[in-house]
C-alpha cells in the first residue's frame, strides 16, 4: 500500500500542478532550443553533398572515390568521439557543454571553406565528428526532465530538424552558390564558411537559451521543481544506486533485442546518410544545373519534415512502435524501387523526383521512432547504456558502407546505392517486424506472472527490464 500511495502522490492530486500545462510548458522551453541545434549540426555534416556540385572536387584536387573516402573519415570521427563527449556532458551542464561542443564543430565546419587540398579535406572532416555528442547527450538530457513513456515523441520531434536542416540547405546552397566570383571562382567555398558561422553566433547565443535540469532552471516554480522531480523519481530507475556490473553488461550483450535495436538503426542508418549526403547528387544527374537542383532538394526534405512530425504525434497517440517504423521503411522502399524502375532519368526525370519524395518521406520518421526505442523499453541503468552504445555502434556501420555507395561513374542510374538502400529498408522492416512480435509476446507472458508496474522508481527490489512486472512498448 506504502508503493501505491507514492503513485498516487506523484499523480499531482495533491501539487495543485496541471500536468499537461506543465509538460507544454516543458515543451515549448526545451525543444526549440535543442532542436535548433541539431539542425546546425545535421546542416553542416550534408552540406558537403551541396557543395560537391558546386565544384568541390575540381578545386580541391580530389577524385571522386578520393571525396567518398572524406565522407567515410567523418563516421571514424563519429565514433571515437562520442563517448568522451558523454563523458564531458556528464561532468559538465548542458548550459555549458552543449553549446561549446556547437562552437566546436561550427569553427571546424568553417574550416572547411579554406581548404586547398585533399589531406586537408580529410583532417577535417575527421574532426566535424565531434558532432556526435550531440544526439545521445540531448538523450539524456530528456531523461532528465520528461518520464519514460513521454521521450519517444519528443525524441522524434527533437530529429525532425534533420529533415529541416536538409530543406534550409538546399535554399541557402542555392542563395550562396551565387556568390561565385567573390574572392574565389567557386561559390561552395561560401557554403561552407557562412553556415559554420552560422552556427557559431547560435552556438553563442545558446548559453543564454539552454537549460540545464529542473533543480535550476529559472523558469519554473518551486512547486514545479518539486513535482518534476518526484514524478521522475517514481517514473526512472535513474534515482536507483545501481552500481556497475560486468553482469549487466553480459545481459546486455545476450539479449537478442539489443541486437536487435541495433539492427533497426543499422538497417536505417545507411539509406538516411546516403540520401542526405548525396541527394544533391542525385537530382543533379537527373541533368538539372547545380542551382535548379539545390531548389529541388528543398521540397522532399520539407516533405519529410510533415511525415515525421505526423508519424511522431501517431505513434505516441496509438502507442504503436513496429508498425510505425516497418510502415515508413516501406513507403521509402517504394521511392527506391520507383528510382531503380526509372531506366533513362535524364528523359524522365520527374519520375525520379516523384520517388526522392517516398524516400526522404519514409527514411526520416522511421530512423527517428528507431532511435528512440531503446530510451524507453530498457530498464537498468548499466544495460541501457550499453544497449544504446550497441545501437549506435551497429548502426553507424550502416552509414559507413552507405559513404562508399554513389561512385560519380555510377551516375544516372546509380544503381548500386539504390538497390543496397531498397535492401537495407526491406531487412528493416522485417527487422522491426521480429521484434515487435518478441516484445508483444514477451508483455502477454508476463501478464499471466505479475501485474504490470509503471512506477519503477519507487519498488526497491527492481530488477531492470528482466522483471516480470516491466512491460516493453512494441
Known sequence: MAGKKAVDDVAGGDSGINEGALLRKLDLRLLPAVGVLYLLSFLDRSNVGNARIEGLLADVHMTGNQYLTGLTLYFVGYVLFEIPCNIILKRTTPRIWLPTLTIVWGIVATLTGIVHNLAGFLVNRFFLGTESGLFPGVVFYFSMWYKRRERQYRISLFFSAASLAGAFGGILAYGIGRMRGVVWESGWRWI????????????????????????????????????????????????????????AVVEALKDPNCWLYGLGFHTMSLPLYTLSLFLPTIIANLGYTAATAQLL????????????????????????????????????????????????????????????????????????????????????????????????????????????????????????????????????????TILGIRLKRENERREAIAEEIKHVGVIVDWRGDSDPRWRFEY
Open 192 to 247: 561552407f564558411i557562412l553556415e559554420g558561422i552560422l552556427t557559431v553566433l547560435v552556438a553563442a547565443a545558446a548559453y543564454g537559451f539552454i537549460h540545464n535540469y529542473p533543480d535550476t532552471s529559472k523558469f519554473l516554480s518551486e512547486d514545479e521543481r518539486e513535482f518534476i522531480h518526484q514524478r521522475l523519481a517514481a517514473d526512472s530507475d535513474a534515482t536507483h544506486d545501481e552500481r556497475f556490473t560486468w553482469a
Open 297 to 432: 532538394t528543398v521540397p522532399p526534405y520539407a516533405f519529410a519534415f510533415v511525415t515525421t512530425a505526423s508519424i511522431a504525434v501517431l505513434s505516441e497517440k496509438l502507442g504503436q512502435r513496429a508498425i510505425f517504423i516497418g510502415g515508413s521503411a516501406v513507403f521509402a522502399a517504394v521511392g527506391y524501387a520507383i528510382l531503380l524502375g526509372n531506366t533513362d532519368p535524364v528523359a524522365r526525370p520527374g519520375v525520379s523526383y516523384v520517388g526522392v519524395f517516398f524516400s526522404a518521406g519514409g527514411i526520416y520518421p522511421a530512423t527517428a521512432l528507431v532511435l528512440s526505442w531503446p530510451a524507453i523499453n530498457v530498464s537498468g541503468q548499466t544495460k541501457r547504456a550499453i544497449a544504446n552504445a550497441m545501437q549506435i555502434s551497429i548502426g553507424n556501420l550502416g552509414a559507413v558502407l552507405g559513404t562508399q555507395l554513389y561512385r560519380t561513374s555510377d551516375g544516372p542510374r546509380f544503381i548500386v546505392g539504390h538497390s543496397l538502400a531498397l535492401a537495407y529498408l526491406v531487412a528493416n522492416a522485417v527487422v522491426v
